[in-house]
């Protein structure tokens, strides 16, 4: 008997000790916030969350808003002499992305990834400046027309990346977006009012011009009146992604 009361104190002492231990060993950090610096060079100010769940599963979360400003690489898409008809145009976009993301490398948020993930996507212009030319019995007439219009977009995509941890307490983080596309569809609606009473063959003329204006991967209709024109988009929405995010881990 006198055996067993010895040895009881030393079983509930290891016990202790090893809860102690265990206790004291520290927990995998879940959490991360960050933010694309690249995106900044395009006016993109944005931040996201990524919450790890297990080992190989996490969701990150974001969102960007680009401020009102000149619309980027606008040379791309449009001929010189088509983008001069477009007089003071600005735009402004905000977009929010769900990601889920499975890690093949380390874990918990290390190391390589694929990441489906759904964005949604809007556009919003500035009200702008636009002319046409109308051919008149030999003579050339500018009409000049005020613009403005929203456009969205929800697609789906993949990206691949690796992600990092910089420092030895694995506070800094650096995400690396290898590549990434999506894809799928849109719809705005754009308005051009006129202070010229529209006639048949002005407005006729006027279809044409924005018909010909031929914007690359963009569906578009187009409708005349006596005031001017209504453009509805629908077709395909896509994009690519790629870039550098640093973050904070806790």
């Known amino acids: 008997m006198k055996k067993y009361f010895l040895i009881l104190p030393c079983f509930i002492f290891s016990g202790i000790s090893a809860q102690e231990i265990t206790t004291a060993e520290p927990s995998e950090k879940m959490n991360i916030i960050k933010t694309n610096v690249t995106a900044y060079a395009f006016r993109n100010i944005n931040l996201s969350y990524e919450r790890a769940f297990t080992e190989w599963f996490s969701l990150n979360m974001g969102f960007g808003v680009m401020p009102e400003g000149k619309v980027p690489f606008i040379n791309s898409f449009l001929s010189d002499a088509d983008e001069k008809r477009f007089q003071n145009l600005n ?136 005031n001017g024109a209504n453009i509805k988009v629908d077709g395909p929405w896509l994009g690519l992604r790629s870039g550098l995010s640093l973050g904070y881990r806790f």
């Open 91 to 226: 735009v402004k976009s905000f977009n929010f992305t769900i990601e889920p993301r499975f890690y093949i490398g380390s874990g918990y948020g290390k190391g390589f990834y694929i990441a489906p993930y759904y964005r949604y996507s809007q556009v919003t212009s500035n009200t702008f400046d636009f002319y046409y030319d109308y051919n008149f019995s030999g003579t050339t007439y500018q009409i000049p027309l005020k613009g403005n219009g929203t456009a969205h977009g929800n697609s789906g995509g993949l990206m691949v990346g690796v992600q990092f941890f910089l420092t030895r307490s694995q506070n800094l983080v650096l995400d690396f977006w290898i590549a990434g596309a999506h894809y799928g569809a849109g719809k705005g609606d754009f308005t051009m009012t006129s202070d010229v009473i529209l006639t048949p063959d002005m407005q006729a003329q006027l279809k044409k011009e924005i018909e010909n204006l031929d914007i690359p991967v963009v569906n578009y209709t187009v409708e005349t009146n006596a």
